[in-house]
């Protein structure tokens, strides 16, 4: 099981730590409903610092790959995780700026003296996933099948009004 890793998130801004590491698949336990299996590991990096002089922040990026269920075919699907997140932190949910509550670009997160690391990611992680994950191409009764590839039927026409032509 994984040591939890708390942090202070103000403090942690205010000094610009950071923490660079891995962790498994098998340690997020909110991702269970949606893998195929915890062989997954992915590389996070958590920055604290400031933006501008007052305002403190944390930027959290992910990445790495997990074996996630296709919803089609209940296979195996090895999904690429790509997480970029910069953080305002904010001393309570009365100090997001109401012009900004729409804004894409700026989360916020209120300050907490034990920030649960580990949660962060399953949150951020969860949240980057698309609602209905299935494999791109045709699921298989094996699982994932590529498309294949099937004849334009004007083409079948058309050599079907050839091979007529031909005959008469």
């Known amino acids: 099981m994984l040591t939890q890793v708390l942090i202070n998130s103000l403090e942690f801004a205010e000094q610009s730590l950071e923490i660079h590491d891995k962790i498994r698949a098998s340690n997020l336990p909110g991702l269970r409903d949606v893998l195929f299996s915890d062989r997954g590991e992915l590389e996070y990096h958590l920055v604290g610092g400031r933006a501008g002089r007052e305002k403190l922040s944390l930027r959290l990026k992910v990445h790495g ?23 305002e932190l904010v001393k309570d949910e009365s100090a997001v700026p109401e012009s ?31 609602l209905a994950l299935r494999h791109d191409g045709e699921c298989g009764a094996d699982g994932f099948q590529a498309k294949e590839q099937k004849p334009n039927p004007f083409r079948v026409l058309e050599g079907l009004k050839a091979s007529t032509k031909n005959q008469n």
């Open 100 to 130: 900004d509550m729409d804004d894409d670009e700026i989360d916020y997160l209120v300050v907490d003296p034990k920030l649960d690391v580990a949660a962060l990611l399953e949150q951020e992680i969860l949240l980057s996933l698309p």
């Open 65 to 87: 790959t997990l074996d996630l269920i296709c919803q089609r075919c209940l296979g195996e699907m090895a999904y690429p995780v790509e997480v970029d997140r910069y953080f």
